[in-house]
């Protein structure tokens, strides 16, 4: 089974600019969750979409937005970029499940720099 | 919302030797508690996890405990190895999906 894949891997864009993240869950999978990894601050959670809703919002401002695909691959957008956006993007799905413990897949990431 | 701390941020040890790492969280209702270690360059993978009903759980040099009184669960690697050499990551997640991560903590093993 392939893995969670992001595209693309690395991005370099200047302040003000907005830009597509794109990820494809494994196969099966409906849920798909975004977070921000920057040094020191861990991973930070964005917001998770399920059956293209959003399900969950961590605390971001609205510059950052999503959606789901009817295939379950998502988009992350964030809009007027600064220079603090630049950071490791991971996304992460999981199968749907009956338990509330649905281990987390994580894609390679995409690494925006913010110019 | 969920606040999860992590502790130490960086953490050495002689190969061969136990590593610990703490986690504390803030909210009762969360019941499932993963660990993910995560290598230079590479993506976050989950080594271990433990759901609110159990106490301990053990895997081969690694283990985690919790104290869902005290809130708060800890990661054990037993005899460390170089491989061992990674950032490693808890996290909290209630009924929902929405998991809380540490800060991370960079573990390294001298050999």
């Known amino acids: 089974k392939a893995g969670v894949t992001q595209t693309p891997r690395y991005l370099i864009k200047t302040r003000g600019q907005q830009v597509t993240l794109s990820c494809s869950p494994i196969?099966?999978?409906?849920?798909v969750s975004w977070y921000q990894q920057t040094p020191g601050q861990g991973l930070q959670f964005l917001f998770e979409?399920?059956?293209?809703?959003?399900?969950n919002k961590g605390n971001f401002p609205g510059r950052f937005s999503g959606r789901q695909f009817s295939n379950s691959r998502s988009e992350m957008n964030v809009s007027t970029l600064e220079l603090g956006d630049s950071a490791l993007y991971l996304c992460?799905?999981?199968?749907?499940?009956?338990?509330?413990?649905?281990?987390?897949?994580f894609g390679p990431g995409t690494r925006l720099t913010v110019l | 919302g969920e606040n999860v701390e992590q502790h130490p941020s960086t953490l050495s040890v002689q190969e061969g030797d136990s590593a610990v790492i703490k986690c504390t969280y803030s909210?009762?209702?969360?019941?499932?508690f993963p660990w993910y270690k995560q290598e230079l360059g590479k993506r976050p993978q989950l080594i271990i996890d433990?759901?609110?009903?159990?106490g301990e759980k053990k895997d081969q040099r690694i283990a985690v405990t919790l104290n869902k009184t005290a809130k708060h669960f800890s990661l054990h690697i037993t005899e460390t190895q170089p491989e061992d050499s990674a950032v490693y990551f808890c996290?909290?997640?209630?009924?929902?999906?929405?998991?809380?991560f540490g800060t991370g903590t960079s573990l390294t093993v001298i050999p």
């Open positions: 909210d009762s209702a969360s019941n499932y």
């Open positions: 979409y399920f059956s293209e809703t959003q399900r």
């Open positions: 433990i759901r609110s009903n159990v």
């Open positions: 196969s099966g999978h409906r849920s």
């Open positions: 992460a799905s999981s199968r749907p499940s009956l338990s509330s413990y649905n281990e987390q897949f």
């Open positions: 996290a909290a997640s209630n009924t929902g999906n929405q998991f809380y």
